[in-house]
């Protein structure tokens, strides 16, 4: 008599592990989404959301639906001026005497939206 060996249930199982464990990999690459929600622990509970507008179910049921803790937010506005489409902030307000570069200057309006204030230096 021959006996039959279930090796399909246990290379299934393997497979559906190895994605699951792919799938609490993926991300941005930020320490904050890298922080998974697997095994019943809260993103709450790992990552300090202090100043962040959203609610503690909102960010824990965004970590429970796609398997990664979201990036803390804040309510925050930048210092300085907003940032007017198409012109640099160099272009836009006087920096005369401002140590930094233009470069910097600049750098520093395209990431925020915000034009920094001027330094004097």
Do not use: F
């Not at 008599?1 to 941005?28: D, H, I, K, Q």
């Not at 803790?69 to 804040?74: R, Y």
């Not at 902030?89 to 600049?106: E, F, H, L, V």
């Amino acid at each position: 008599m021959r006996v039959r060996s279930r090796t399909m249930p246990v290379l299934g199982l393997a497979v559906v592990a190895a994605s699951l464990a792919l799938t609490a990999c993926e991300g941005n690459g930020d320490e904050a989404a890298a922080a998974s929600s697997a095994g019943g622990t809260r993103c709450t509970d790992q990552i300090d959301y202090t100043g962040d507008p959203r609610s503690h179910a909102e960010i824990n049921s965004i970590g429970a639906e796609t398997g990664a803790c979201p990036a803390p937010l804040t309510d925050e506005t930048p210092e300085g001026t907003p940032k007017e489409p198409g012109l640099r902030c160099t272009d836009q307000i006087d920096y005369t005497g401002d140590p930094r570069s233009n470069a910097d200057i600049n750098s520093i309006g395209e990431w925020t939206g915000y034009c920094p204030p001027v330094e004097q230096g």
